[in-house]
Each structure stands twice: as C-alpha cells, then as structure tokens.
C-alpha cells in the first residue's frame, strides 16, 4: 500500500510564503514522477509543478516565478516552496505520485490534500 501524506498547509497573508511537504511511503518500487495539484472551490483540479524522476520540472504559468518544487530522493519526498502569494493561490493543494508499487506499471496516487488560504 502506498501513502502519500502532505503537510504545511494553513492561512497567509497575500505576499507571504508557504512551504508544502509530501512524504510517500509504503511498497514503492520507483518513482516517476511527483507533484501537486491545487483545486479552488467550483474550479477544477489543476496541475501546479511537477517533477520527473530525471529531474526536469513544469510549472503552471499562473506559479512560474513565485513557486519551486524540489524534492529529496531519499526520503521519497517533494516540497513546493510557494512565496509572494496570491489571494488566488487559495485552493486545496494535492500532493500526486507516479509511482510503480508492485507490477510493471506506474499508477497515480493521491495526498489526502492541504488546505491553502492566501487572504488578509
């Protein structure tokens, strides 16, 4: 079983930073990919980052600048550094995996998500 588990979610002022935390853990036989998503009420889920297991890394246009996502390998973790936020960052941010567990292909998996709110 696969678990991904986020965590630095919480409320910001507009201009301040966040950092998001993800953590899988479980039967992992490789990783492919990690990211996170974001999805604001009555909008639908989005791609913010990703990063390959090559190392190459796409941001959403609306986060190029202000947000980075790295990761550390060794504890098969990927952070998203969000600054200079925006009250339209505000949404529940998802961290995702593309992961191969047991088999030969790569599924998704999903973060429970963490809840971002940009507002003064």
């Known amino acids: 079983q696969v678990q991904l588990v986020e965590s630095g979610g919480g409320l910001v002022q507009p201009g301040g930073s966040l950092r998001l935390s993800c953590a899988a853990s479980?039967?992992?036989?490789?990783?492919?990919?990690m990211g996170w998503y974001r999805q604001a009420p009555g909008k639908q889920r989005e791609l913010v980052a990703v990063?390959?297991?090559?190392?190459?890394?796409n941001y959403a246009d609306s986060v190029k600048g202000r947000f980075a996502i790295s990761r550390d390998n060794a504890k098969n973790t990927v952070y998203l550094q969000m600054n200079i936020l925006k009250p339209e960052d505000t949404a529940v941010y998802y961290c995702?995996?593309?992961?191969?567990?047991?088999?030969?292909?790569?599924?998704?998996?999903w973060g429970q998500g963490t809840p971002v709110t940009v507002s003064s």
């Open positions: 479980g039967s992992i036989f490789s990783i492919n990919a």
């Open positions: 995702y995996a593309d992961l191969i567990s047991s088999g030969t292909w790569s599924t998704n998996y």
């Open positions: 990063i390959k297991r090559g190392g190459s890394i």
